[in-house]
């Protein structure tokens, strides 16, 4: 049996519903053998983050290296990471060992407000880890920090993406929110322009929506998918995800990550 190795660096999610727990869920869903790094411990639920716990640099490239040494992954997702010594430490990494099809999720901001990265990481992050992404994947909020500017309309998140794009190498996923009015995306690269439609689905159950997008355009790149093609891949998965209407918790609410999987050992 063969299966692509995917490897994710990021945060852990005490309930479950996002960081490496969401990628690692994903990940099963979607054909490939998820592993992991782990950033932080984050004790957090449905309503918020209450507590982070860092992992050292040292440890954080052990483990790293750990992976890679026995299992090269065939891609890698980049999600959580709080602080300019672990984003120097994964961006050294990720070039000693020469990864490929590098997604970043630069994780910002939690889907209850909560701020997940200190300041002056979010240059460190941008000048690292940026260069070395085939992809990222910012969220409204996130790419407004990114551009510097308010983002109201499609246009301008067109706009934002192009000049990341521009500036860092790598292609940007734009993710729509209801400041611009719908749940489409839209992917810069190679300065052209795709637009992938999204059914707006009236739940506030999207806790860990961008890490399973993210960790799902992961899988696909492994699995050889073009660029494009993987994102509309993802995209779908996580709109089946979030249709599912998985109810889970008091604030907001997982996606049903397992909601395609069949077999013998599937009952609910």
């Known amino acids: 049996m063969k299966l692509k190795p995917v490897l994710t660096i990021a945060g852990s999610d005490s309930s479950g519903g996002a960081g490496i727990q969401a990628d690692l869920k994903t990940m099963l869903a979607n054909g490939v053998f998820g592993m992991s790094a782990v950033t932080a411990l984050t004790a957090q639920n449905t309503r918020g983050v209450t507590d982070i ?15 890679f040494t026995d299992i090269p992954p065939a891609a890698v997702k980049v999600g959580m990471v709080a602080s300019v010594p ?73 706009e ?12 940007v996923l734009a993710k729509g929110g209801h400041a611009i009015g719908n749940a489409d995306d839209y992917l ?50 996580v709109t089946g995800a979030i249709a599912a209407g998985l109810e889970l918790g008091h604030g907001n609410g997982p996606l049903a990550h397992g909601f395609d999987l069949t077999g013998t050992y599937i009952d609910v």
């Open 53 to 67: 716990l860092e992992a050292s640099p040292e440890f954080l490239k052990a483990e790293i290296d750990a992976v």
């Open 86 to 158: 672990l984003i120097r430490t994964i961006a050294a990494c990720l070039r000693e060992y020469r990864a490929e099809h590098v997604v970043v999720d630069p994780v910002m901001v939690a889907t209850s407000g909560a701020r997940l990265i200190a300041e002056d990481a979010v240059e460190a992050l941008t000048e690292e880890l940026f260069p070395l992404a085939e992809i990222i994947t910012p969220n409204l909020p996130e790419l407004e920090v990114l551009a510097g500017y308010e983002i109201k309309t499609a246009d301008k998140a067109v």
């Open 160 to 171: 934002a993406a192009k000049a990341i794009s521009e500036k860092y190498g790598c292609a």
């Open 188 to 237: 810069v690269w190679d300065g052209g322009v795709r637009v992938f439609r999204g059914e707006h689905i009236d739940t506030k159950n999207t806790h860990g929506t961008g890490c399973t997008l993210s960790s799902a355009i992961a899988s696909n790149l492994a699995k050889g998918a073009e660029l494009s093609g993987a994102v509309e891949k993802a995209k779908a998965y």
